[in-house]
């Protein structure tokens, strides 16, 4: 990464870097009275490269994604909101999913573990580089046909969600199914267990791709899904 990359990165990500050097806690771990704090990239900003730009990372990560954060900050010093201090972003999802008055919060906490599953989602080299085997090869054979199949419907429901939203693998009742969602919502407040993520809101990928979402799309499932996590989610 250039010097100027470097620094262009650091401001977009607001301080990232210096606030896990501080060993604050990440996302997911906030105690009571403190606040929530983005947590590390699991691999370099430019790691996704040709497919996502260090650019797009910067933007995507060090802003939209930091923003959820902060927002959930604010949301939570509102004396109304004072009963989901101390539990996870994943916790006040699940308490706020489907309430109107709490649809604020809701979103924002969302979005903060949407977007810290997706980036676990995706790996350099991954894709077809380090397809999937073993059990969780099998139940893809078993719901989708085989793997190139899965692919294709994986890549058409991304690409088939109408407006922003997800596109994701699942596990529900023993077996693998292909969901989509809308905005901010995560399967997880269905029941369902999820493996993987595609995030086709159009911050995603629009600084890369423009209006080729379906190209994005396929390039990330073709080069970049992270079958290793998605193997270690499924036996958890």
Known sequence: MSEMNRRE???LAGGV???AALGLPEAGLAASGQPFV???LPYPANALEPVISEKTMGFHYGKHHLTYINNVNTA???PANSQFQGLTLEQIMLKTANQAAFSGLFNNSAQAVNHEFYWGSLMPQGGDSAQPSGKLL???DTAFGDYAAFKNKFRDAAVGQFGAGWAWLVEHQGKLEILTTS???NPKTRGMKPLLT???WEHAYYLDWQNQRKDHVQAVID???NWKAAAIRISA
């Open 38 to 40: 983005l947590a590390p």
């Open 17 to 19: 870097a210096t606030v």
């Open 198 to 200: 595609i995030d086709v």
């Open 76 to 78: 939570l010093a509102l």
């Open 138 to 140: 099998t139940m893809i």
């Open 183 to 185: 905005n901010a919502d």
């Open 223 to 225: 080069k970049l899904l």
């Open 9 to 11: 990165f650091l401001t």
